[in-house]
């Protein structure tokens, strides 16, 4: 009996009991020479040539094929049949995220589609009794730099910073029934300063005279029941809950409350809901990064989310619990992801263990007005995504100028960076934005500095807040002309990058150790440095694990420790005088 992969319920911020997982053997297809519309694929009779295991991309091991060449249109499909006790209810289909461009069919009938490779998309279907044919087409043009894909390499073999491509399905796809009316949608906004949670929601096809029912509960105690009448049709409501008792999360005390919510038409419940929240506030203030109304110094590890057997898929659900896990051991608070908007039930763990997480995007690499519209449209999918996850404290729609390259002399790239942050401060007033992470920032909330440089460099830039903003890493001014620095806490979000190979990949790195020994010693070298500098009020360090021919990491690709996994946080904590 073959397991299930990625048998966890996809979506842990809003779970609904009762659901279908489509994961595992789907038929496959690659249609190089883009015939598949033209000869209707999407009818249940055609044939297909090979087997693919979703939600695992074509170019990895785990999807059974392996193969890393250019495959720009491919098709899947699979048989269904509803279970028992499904037929008389709405039916939706969900996809966790297809890269890049997906089109949907269910028994030959268009469904759906949906553009952007890391958010998700669900649609509702009408399933016949007995076998369903579900068909999607994706298109991924290997090449196309105006199309958002953050490290995935436009050749087909990675190098240098860039790796493997993922194509296609590489998260859960899965049905669940719905009633004639239920919860479509939930922000959950904190304020820890009025001990109140703010709730926006909405309900589709409702009727006047439902209710919505929501329990609040804190370690299986109920604090506050509230029910609240549909009023008007469409259905979408604000309200604010004053909690009795304030449990702050932190990632040394990560408090997180249970929500439940129930659609009810009288005694009868339409849907129900299962969700969490944390408590918590992000600020700044004279310089400091403030978690919870105190200063809080970040300790962050630059994570890729890349796995040798799967590329940008997890696995399984105990890899991604695992990777913050080893974060934490390592002494780190949190982890800035890195060009992937990361799956959800990375940040599910990340909220219930407690880590910090900055949210990113993945860039395109050229400017246009097809990438303004691409990376506008997904990045306003990923912010409501991943809206209720405590973890999130900071969102980074641009990386050192990806997709911009020509901020100081094209005036619509500068006003597309400023248009990123104003859209995101509109969408989450709630956190931190940063303009363009490393260099050439505009308006931002964090002056954020990349900067491998030798250590010596380092200490002399980092003395006063002065000369750090006017140095200039990689030759890059830290703003742009008519911007300066306006007292914004300034992180270190790039530095280190040691290489150190344990492993069968040859690769490179910012330096080089030759054996554990001088790793240690300059790991601990750099570390004492970052720790002691006067200005910095937190870093990044790069970077948590190798990722194929980038060799830097405290961890090999398979997440080996290089080193003792105690050294790593002793020197983290600034705990360690001498190397062993």
């Known amino acids: 009996m073959t397991t299930l992969p990625r048998p966890e319920y996809p979506r842990p911020q809003f779970v609904r009991r009762e659901w279908l997982n489509l994961n595992g053997s789907w038929e496959f297809d ?39 060449t250019f495959h720009d249109v491919v098709w899947y499909r699979r048989a269904f049949e509803l279970p028992q006790g499904w037929e008389n209810q709405r039916v939706r289909l969900h996809f966790g995220a297809v890269d890049y461009r997906a089109t949907v069919w269910l028994n030959g009938e268009f469904v759906t589609e949906h553009e952007g490779g890391h958010t998700p998309f669900s649609a509702e279907i009408n399933a016949l009794p007995g076998v369903n044919y579900l ?74 005279g439902q209710e919505l029912e929501i329990d609040i509960r804190y370690q299986g105690r109920v604090l506050t029941r509230e029910t609240l009448w549909v009023q008007t049709v469409p259905y979408r409501a604000a309200c604010i809950f004053t909690l009795p008792e304030l449990h702050l999360w932190s990632p040394e005390q990560p408090n997180l409350y249970d929500i439940t919510f129930r659609l009810k038409d ?16 992000v600020s700044t203030e004279g310089g400091h990064f403030l978690l919870n109304n105190q200063p809080y110094y970040q300790k962050l590890v630059l994570d890729q989310g890349y796995f040798p057997e799967s590329l940008l898929a997890a696995p ?22 890195h060009q992937k908007v990361e799956d959800p039930r990375y940040l599910y763990w990340a909220d219930q263990l407690g880590l910090l997480v900055w949210g990113e995007m993945a860039n395109c690499h050229t400017f246009g007005d097809t990438a303004i519209q691409r990376i506008t449209a997904e990045w306003q999918e990923a912010i409501d995504r991943d809206y209720n996850h405590p973890s999130i404290v900071v969102w980074v729609p641009l990386n050192e100028s990806w997709g911009v390259p ?107 150790a030759e054996d554990a020994a001088e790793f240690s010693r300059c790991y601990r070298e750099v570390m004492d440095l970052v720790l002691s500098l006067p200005v910095i009020n937190g870093y990044c360090y790069t970077q948590f694990c190798d990722v194929e021919q980038e060799i830097n990491g405290l961890l090999t690709y398979d997440r080996r ?11 983290n904590h600034g705990q360690v005088e001498t190397v062993p």
């Not at 190089?32 to 040539?49: C, H, I, Q």
């Open 561 to 571: 420790p290089k080193i003792d996994i105690e050294l790593i946080r002793a020197i």
């Open 406 to 512: 020509r901020l100081v002399t094209d005036k619509r790239q500068p006003n597309h960076a400023n248009a990123l942050v104003y859209l995101t401060r509109s969408l989450d007033p709630s956190r931190l934005v940063v303009s363009n992470d490393g260099w050439e920032h505009t308006v931002s909330d964090l002056c954020t500095i990349h900067d491998y440089t030798a250590n010596e460099d380092i200490a002399q830039r980092y003395q006063t807040p002065t000369r750090a903003v006017s140095s200039k890493p990689a030759n890059r001014r830290i703003h742009l002309p008519g911007y300066t620095y306006r007292g914004e806490p300034i992180i270190l979000s790039e530095f280190g990058g040691i290489a150190f190979k344990q492993s069968d990949w040859d690769g490179w790195g910012y330096s080089s």
């Open 135 to 208: 068909v999607v087409r994706v298109e991924d043009r290997s090449t196309d730099l105006e199309q958002p894909r953050g490290k995935q390499f436009w050749k087909e073999q990675s190098e240098s910073i860039f790796y493997t491509r993922t194509t296609g399905i590489w998260q859960t796809v899965w049905l669940e029934p719905v009633a004639s009316a239920y919860l479509e949608r939930v922000h959950m906004t904190p304020n820890i300063d009025d001990l109140a949670l703010k709730l926006e929601y909405s309900v589709a096809h409702a009727e006047i």
């Open 266 to 281: 009288g005694d009868r419940v339409l849907d129900e809901v299962e969700s969490y929240f944390g408590m918590r506030k």
């Open 316 to 337: 399984n659900d105990e890899a991604l619990r695992q990777d913050i896990e080893l974060t934490k051991a390592m002494g780190f608070n949190g982890a800035r992801k």
């Open 30 to 68: 690659y249609d190089d020479r883009d015939l598949g519309l033209k000869e209707a694929w999407y009818v249940s009779n055609r044939a297909f040539t090979q087997q693919i295991t979703v939600p695992f991309p074509f170019q990895s091991e785990l999807s059974g094929i392996n193969d890393p």
